[in-house]
């Protein structure tokens, strides 16, 4: 997105977000328009579950998300958070063969089918759903396994006007000292 268009968007988060999700000062923000259009047999393994913003951070930092609906139909799905079932060591193993294992080999290894993630499944429990609204903005932990959560595939478009259109941000924080 355009610099001044960031600007406003950090703006907010620093004046009403951020010391909520443990932040003291930005380091860096991002925002990109993102569509979800892909039909559930084009999906590549790691877009079969569910992820992390980011998986290593620093101790003295944090890292938030967040993400703008920006379609009325509410059907084509909100975020979902889940809770790790497996070891960190397992779930560690299971988010690089994702991207590393091409889609049979990965179902073979995991069980995990083609498809948008929708609930819990052996490795991870969906512990709360947000779901989507017209100009609803949410904000979470980018460390917090999360989904798109995509129940109805069949909606989903491309076309800008119709589909499945959000607004993404990326903000690296220092932490408040505890």
Not at 17 to 29: A, D, K, N
Not at 92 to 111: E, K, Q
Not at 157 to 168: A, F, K, V, Y
Request: aromatic content about 12%.
């Amino acid at each position: 997105m355009p610099a001044e268009f960031s600007g406003r968007l950090d703006d907010f988060f620093r004046q009403h977000i951020r010391h909520r999700l443990g932040g003291r000062r930005t380091l860096t923000m991002s925002c990109r328009l993102s569509m979800v259009g892909f039909a559930p047999h084009e999906l590549a393994p790691r877009q079969w579950s569910c992820h992390r913003d980011l998986n290593d951070v620093h101790p003295q930092q944090c890292i938030a998300a967040s993400v703008l609906y920006l379609f009325h139909d509410s059907a084509l799905g909100g975020t979902s958070f889940y809770r790790p079932r497996k070891s960190p060591a397992e779930i560690d193993r299971l988010v690089r063969d994702a991207v590393s294992m091409d889609g049979p080999a990965f179902t073979r290894r995991y069980g995990i089918a083609p498809g948008y993630m929708a609930g819990s499944n052996e490795f991870f429990e969906c512990v709360c759903s947000a779901p989507a609204r017209w100009n609803r903005m949410v904000f979470y932990d980018g460390t917090v396994f999360h989904s798109g959560d995509i129940g109805r595939p069949d909606a989903l478009s491309t076309d800008p006007l119709t589909g499945r259109l959000t607004l993404n941000g990326f903000f690296s924080c220092s932490r408040v000292a505890s």
